[in-house]
C-alpha cells in the first residue's frame, strides 16, 4: 500500500500561501478594497456573501513574513475588523499544482 501523500499531486509553492477572511466596517468596504489591492502579498482578492466580506489569497516567503504584513499591513487598515486564517499546505486541484 503506497503512502497517503502519493494520492496527490505536489503543491508548486515557492512561497508561503495563506487564505485570509476578513471582517469589515461596512462602511469602509470600498477602502479596505483599495487598501488591500495595493500590496503586492496580496495574490487574489474576493468580495464574498456569509460570516466574511473579504478573503484575500495571501503569500509570503515565511510564516514571520506573513505574520509580520497581517499584523502591520492588514489589521491596520481602517475599517478592518477581524481575520480569521488559514494557510494552504496543499492544492490538489487548482492553478498552482502540479499535473
Do not use: C, H
Not at 23 to 38: C, N
Request: charged share 25%; no cysteine.
Amino acid at each position: 500500500m503506497g503512502s497517503k501523500d502519493a494520492q496527490y499531486p505536489r503543491l508548486i509553492l515557492s512561497r508561503l500561501l495563506v487564505f485570509v477572511n476578513i471582517f469589515v466596517e461596512s462602511s469602509t468596504l470600498g477602502d479596505v478594497i483599495r487598501a488591500l489591492s495595493q500590496f503586492s502579498n496580496v495574490e487574489e482578492l474576493y468580495e464574498v456573501t456569509g460570516e466574511y466580506d473579504l478573503v484575500a489569497l495571501v503569500s509570503a516567503e515565511s510564516i514571520e513574513e506573513f505574520r509580520d504584513f497581517l499584523k502591520y499591513k492588514i489589521l491596520k487598515i481602517k475599517g478592518v475588523r477581524s481575520t480569521v486564517t488559514s494557510v494552504v499546505f496543499n492544492a490538489p486541484k487548482g492553478p498552482r499544482n502540479w499535473p
